[in-house]
């Protein structure tokens, strides 16, 4: 029982570190759907921005998603699930994996209710987005 109290405390921990991580303005600096990278200027036309557990994207200044996510770091790899609540997609539940690393953040999420993505790629017709953002500085 000491060992399952001691694990949960540690995964809350990482939690709380990589949540603390993530927050802020963050810009797309690469990007690929079902194994095709993104145009250039949709990269510099997106922001990602996360407050609490709470993150909210826009392209072209346009909102794509709003959602509710939570994290579990121990997973390999790492684990991240939204509740969209804004967006095309309000209503839907997508799952994702992510890799934060200080100031660069890779995504990889899979079309709304389908299964987590296994990998930090993409391959034609899966239906997974892969993102990398780099955090804005002031």
């Given at each position: 029982?000491?060992?399952?109290?001691?694990?949960?405390?540690?995964?809350?921990?990482a939690a709380k570190k990589d949540l603390a991580g993530l927050q802020g303005s963050w810009t797309m600096i690469a990007g690929e759907r079902d194994g095709r990278?993104?145009?250039?200027?949709?990269?510099?036309?997106s922001e990602r921005v996360v407050k609490g557990d709470e993150t909210t994207v826009t392209v072209n200044g346009q909102l794509f998603m709003k959602a509710k996510f939570s994290l579990e770091p121990s997973r390999n790899p790492k684990a991240?699930?939204?509740a969209i609540n804004g967006g095309p997609?309000?209503?839907l539940t997508m799952y994702g994996i992510y890799e934060?690393?200080?100031?660069?953040?890779k995504f990889?999420?899979?079309?709304?209710?389908k299964e987590r993505p296994a990998a930090l790629a993409t391959r034609p017709?899966?239906?997974?987005t892969m993102t990398v953002w780099k955090r804005e500085t002031k």
């Open positions: 029982m000491f060992a399952v109290l001691t694990a949960r405390a540690q995964d809350n921990e990278p993104f145009p250039t200027e949709f990269l510099s036309n991240i699930d939204y997609s309000a209503g934060l690393d200080g100031d660069k953040l990889c999420l899979s079309t709304p209710g017709d899966d239906g997974q």
